[in-house]
């Protein structure tokens, strides 16, 4: 069975600080993995990981996959209050379906 | 990226009345949406794939009586909860890919704002 865990399940930091999310995934036929934003409605889409060992980063975020590991993270630097959100990652099986696990909720205190 | 619109943001029934919720494409033709729900602080669960044209496509253990899938245009799709019960309350959720993503292998989806739907 297909399944994506994220970990940890929630974390609280203060401004300033560098936090990491874990999401390791068993999905057959993986295509990629996803990263996405949810705050109080829709996810909002941050990256897409295809390939092992690439970082991607926009801003002060990034991501890198391990295809040999099943597992991404997804590291925030300088962490703001704005950056609180549940962030959940997806795996793709096949050509669409998108596994997701539970999310991390991350809270900044000011 | 691509628009989804979701219509109603939420709304409150009675138990035993059924809710629609309409999915739309705004910019591009989905030929494939999908259906999620997702529980307080929980993840998004998905339901159902619906294809224009066609039968949607249950999960296991989704009721495909109860929760009734349309999908007759390239930018319509409609989930109705038939005899809503308060167990039924949750945040529904709709996404897509474009039909010119249709032989992508790799491409992110694109999620409506969502129905928060409460059952009393």
């Known amino acids: 069975e297909d399944k994506v865990v994220q970990s940890p399940l929630s974390l609280v930091v203060h401004e300033g600080d560098t936090v990491t999310l874990n999401c390791s995934y068993e999905?057959?036929?993986?295509?990629?993995l996803l990263w996405y934003k949810q705050e109080k409605k829709a996810p909002t889409f941050l990256f897409m990981l295809t390939s092992s060992g690439i970082e991607k980063k926009s801003g002060r975020l990034s991501s890198i996959l391990d295809k040999k590991e099943l597992f991404s993270i997804l590291n925030i630097t300088a962490t703001q209050t704005g950056d609180s959100a549940v962030y959940l990652c997806?795996?793709?099986?096949?050509?669409?379906?998108?596994?997701f696990g539970t999310g991390t909720r991350l809270k900044v205190l000011a | 990226g691509a628009v989804v619109s979701q219509h109603p943001s939420w709304v409150i029934c009675k138990s035993g009345t059924s809710v629609k919720i309409e999915c739309r494409s705004l910019d591009f033709q989905a030929t494939t949406m999908f259906w999620y729900r997702q529980f307080p602080k929980q993840s998004l669960m998905l339901m159902a794939t619906s294809n224009e044209g066609s039968k949607a496509t249950y999960e296991q253990g989704v009721e495909k009586d109860k929760f009734l899938i349309n999908h007759a245009s390239l930018t319509l799709s409609t989930l109705t909860v038939t005899s809503a019960h308060p167990e039924d309350s949750s945040f529904y959720i709709c996404?897509?890919?474009?039909?010119?993503?249709?032989?992508?292998?790799?491409?992110?989806?694109?999620f409506g704002q969502g129905t928060r739907l409460t059952v009393v």
């Open positions: 999905v057959t036929n993986f295509r990629s």
């Open positions: 997806a795996g793709i099986r096949g050509t669409y379906k998108y596994i």
């Open positions: 996404s897509t890919k474009g039909i010119q993503d249709k032989e992508a292998l790799n491409t992110e989806a694109f």
